[in-house]
C-alpha cells in the first residue's frame, strides 16, 4: 500500500530534506540580523531555538524516510522516535523559559497549535506506519508541512515582526 511504504514517498522525503536544509540556513542568517533584538526579547531566543528544532524534526524524519532497505514497521517506529523526540525538547523548551511572562492569550493558543500541528502527525503518523493502519506517511507528510509552515511563520517574526 502506498500510504505504508516509504520507498514510495522518496520524491517527497527528497525534496522536504532539500528545503529543511535550506530554510535552516536561511533562518541562522535571519537570526543573525536581527541577534541584539532577539536576545533582548525575553522568549525570541527560545523561539528561535524552537524554530530550528521544527525544521531539523522535518529534516530527519525526511532522511529517516530515505534510508534504503528498512522494514516498513523500523521506518515508522524511527519516525515516531523523532516525533517523540521532537515533542519532549519543545515541551522541555517551554517548561524551561519563564512561564510566568505574560503574554495574551491568543499568542499562547498560536503558538501551541503551531507546535502541536509540527509534532503530533510525526507521532501519529510512525505509530501508522508501524501498525500499517490509520493512514501512514500521509500523517508524516501533514507533520513535514506543518513543520514548515510553522517555521516559516515563527522565521517571519524573528526577522520582520520584532523591527516594528
Known amino acids: 500500500m502506498t500510504a ?8 517527497l522525503f527528497v525534496a522536504t530534506a532539500g528545503a529543511t536544509a535550506a530554510l535552516a540556513g536561511l533562518l541562522f542568517v535571519a537570526v543573525s540580523i536581527n ?4 536576545l533582548a526579547e525575553t522568549g525570541l531566543a527560545d523561539r528561535a531555538l524552537e524554530t530550528v528544532m521544527m525544521l531539523l524534526g522535518a529534516l530527519v524524519v525526511s532522511i529517516i524516510g530515505l ?30 523559559y519563564d512561564p510566568d511572562v ?20 510525526l507521532i501519529l503518523g510512525g505509530a501508522s506506519v508501524m501498525t500499517g493502519d490509520g493512514g501512514g506517511l500521509y500523517w508524516v507528510a ?19 515582526e520584532i523591527l516594528r
Open 4 to 11: 505504508y511504504d516509504p520507498s514510495q514517498w522518496s520524491d
Open 35 to 38: 541577534l541584539d533584538r532577539i
Open 67 to 96: 534510508i534504503p532497505g528498512q522494514s516498513d514497521g523500523a521506518v515508522g517506529f524511527e519516525i515516531f522516535f523523532a516525533g517523540m523526540l521532537l515533542a519532549w525538547m519543545i515541551v522541555r523548551l517551554r517548561l524551561v
Open 102 to 121: 505574560a503574554v495574551p492569550r491568543t499568542w499562547l493558543i498560536s503558538r501551541w497549535g503551531i507546535r502541536a500541528l509540527a509534532v503530533l502527525p
Open 142 to 160: 501533514a507533520g513535514i508541512v506543518f513543520a514548515i509552515v510553522g517555521a516559516v511563520a515563527n522565521a517571519w517574526v524573528l526577522l520582520v
